[in-house]
């Protein structure tokens, strides 16, 4: 089974070529663009997504455990894959580890480096320029308010708390980007909704009349 994007954002291997080619770009509604605002009117939402999972849980059996991954790689990947396809977020993730050092030490590299330096490295992700100024003052932002380049005190937060006190007000950072983190850094239960999601849930009465007209660029970058 394929899994979608949120149980795969971590997981980037080796294999992966380091370098941004040129690939055929898919749209997506990822939250560069637009994303759900988090205006859920709920209709017959537990019965159907319970009856969902408990198909899905039949059918597939429970989902192995996975280990965490780190908060902050989480949040950069997820960055690079709003607007595009997931497999080209990854190249462009394998492409910012290269340009900018091994281990750790990418991080402070990228929060010190020019947006023009960094949209090089991630060409081959749509709105390479937009995102870099996201990347950059993401990790800035952390970086003044803890004093290194960590996501590690919202393990010490309520969700709500770490998604609006902290995520979500960094410019390029929506509700499925901070659910990705929740979701995959911390194990919380978040769910990232995209459009595509919103638009099976809305087919099937899990959910209606969420406006998707919020941007997720929100926040001045710092």
């Known amino acids: 089974v394929r899994l979608p994007l949120p149980f795969r954002i971590c997981c980037t291997t080796q294999s992966q070529t380091n370098t941004c080619s040129t690939r055929p770009r898919r749209r997506s509604s990822d939250s ?3 994303s759900t605002s988090g205006s859920w009117e709920h209709a017959a939402a537990p019965a159907v997504v319970c009856a969902a999972l408990d198909v899905l849980l039949r ?3 429970a989902p192995a455990p996975r ?9 950069v990947h ?9 497999a080209i977020g990854g190249r462009a993730f394998e492409s910012l580890l290269a340009a900018f ?16 330096d960094i949209a090089a490295a ?9 995102k870099a100024r996201a ?6 932002r952390l970086r003044e308010r803890y004093g290194s380049v960590t996501l590690a005190p919202l393990a010490g937060l309520p969700d709500d708390d770490a998604r609006a006190k902290v995520l979500t007000e960094m410019y390029g950072v929506g509700p499925k980007t901070a659910a990705c983190v929740l ?10 909704v995209d459009t595509h999601v919103h638009r099976c849930a809305a087919g099937r009465g899990a959910a209606v009349g969420a406006a998707l007209t919020t941007t997720s660029l929100q926040g001045s970058p710092r």
């Open 135 to 140: 990347i950059r003052g993401a990790l800035r």
């Open 32 to 34: 560069m663009s637009a």
């Open 67 to 75: 280990a965490a991954c780190d908060p902050v790689d989480v949040l």
């Open 183 to 192: 979701l995959l850094s911390m194990g919380r239960p978040a769910l990232p």
């Open 101 to 116: 050092g091994p281990g750790d030490e990418w991080r402070d590299a990228v929060a010190d480096a020019e947006e023009r």
């Open 122 to 130: 991630i060409r081959c992700s749509r709105m390479a320029d937009r």
């Open 78 to 86: 997820a960055i690079l894959s709003q607007n595009t396809t997931d």
């Open 59 to 61: 059918f597939h059996g």
